[in-house]
C-alpha cells in the first residue's frame, strides 16, 4: 500500500504527460538564438567599417581642400596689399631698400638652415629609421626613412611660411605707412591683414604637409 501510494504521488499531476516534455522553445533554440547574434555582429562590424571608411575619406578631403582654400585667402589678402598705394619717391626708397635688407637676411639664413636640415635629418635617419645603434625594440617594416623624410617636409614647409611671411611684411610695412597719413582705420586694416597672410600660410601649410606625410 505504501508503495502504491508513492506511485501515485510520482506520476498523478494535474499538468497532463505530455505537457512536461512539451515545450514553447525548440531544442534547437541556443544554435539558431547563437547564428543570429552572430550575424548581427558581422553586420554591425561591416556597418562601422564603411562609417569609419567614409570618415577616413572625408577627412582626407577637408585636409587638403581647407589647406587650399586658405592659401587662396592668403594670396587674395596678399593681392589686396600689393594694390595699396606706395607713397611718394622717398617713401618707396626705404620700403624698397628694407626689402632688400630683409630678403638678403632671408637667403643667407637659408642656406645655412639647409645645412642644418641635412645634417639633422641624415642623423635622424641613421638613429631612428635604420636604428644603426639597435636600441629600438621594435624595427621599422618601411625600407624608407619615413622620420627624416617628414622632417625635412616640415622643414621645407616651415621655410615656405616663413618667405611668405617676410615677402608680404615688407611690402606692407611702408603701405602701412601710407595709409596712416589718411587715418588709423585704413592702416590698421592693412597691418592685420599683413598678419593675416603669415597666419594662414602657416596653418595651411603646415596640414598639407602633416597630411602629405599621413597619407
Do not use: C, W
Not at 592668403?74 to 626708397?93: P, T
Not at 626705404?94 to 630683409?102: D, L, R, S, T, V
Amino acid at each position: 500500500h505504501r508503495t502504491e501510494t508513492h506511485f501515485n504521488a510520482l506520476y498523478s499531476t494535474k499538468t497532463p504527460l505530455n505537457t512536461l516534455y512539451s515545450t514553447k522553445t525548440p531544442l534547437n533554440a541556443p544554435k539558431t538564438k547563437k547564428k543570429h547574434l552572430k550575424t548581427q555582429h558581422i553586420i554591425k562590424n561591416k556597418i562601422n567599417s564603411e562609417v569609419t571608411n567614409m570618415d577616413q575619406d572625408l577627412i582626407l578631403m577637408m585636409s587638403i581642400v581647407i589647406p587650399i582654400i586658405g592659401i587662396i585667402f592668403a594670396a587674395f589678402l596678399s593681392y589686396k596689399i600689393i594694390k595699396q598705394d606706395e607713397g611718394n619717391k622717398d617713401v618707396q626708397f626705404i620700403g624698397n631698400a628694407i626689402k632688400e635688407g630683409a630678403m638678403a637676411f632671408i637667403s643667407k639664413e637659408y642656406r645655412v638652415l639647409s645645412v642644418v636640415v641635412l645634417l639633422v635629418a641624415i642623423t635622424i635617419g641613421l638613429l631612428l629609421d635604420f636604428d644603426i645603434l639597435e636600441t629600438q625594440t621594435s624595427a621599422s617594416s618601411s625600407s624608407l626613412p619615413s622620420i627624416a623624410i617628414s622632417y625635412v617636409i616640415g622643414a621645407i614647409g616651415s621655410a615656405i611660411a616663413g618667405f611668405v611671411g617676410m615677402s608680404i611684411a615688407v611690402r606692407a610695412n611702408y603701405r602701412t605707412t601710407v595709409q596712416a597719413m589718411k587715418g588709423l582705420n585704413p592702416a590698421l586694416r592693412i597691418a592685420f591683414n599683413s598678419g593675416a597672410v603669415m597666419g594662414i600660410a602657416v596653418v595651411s601649410i603646415g596640414l598639407l604637409g602633416i597630411t602629405s606625410v599621413s597619407y
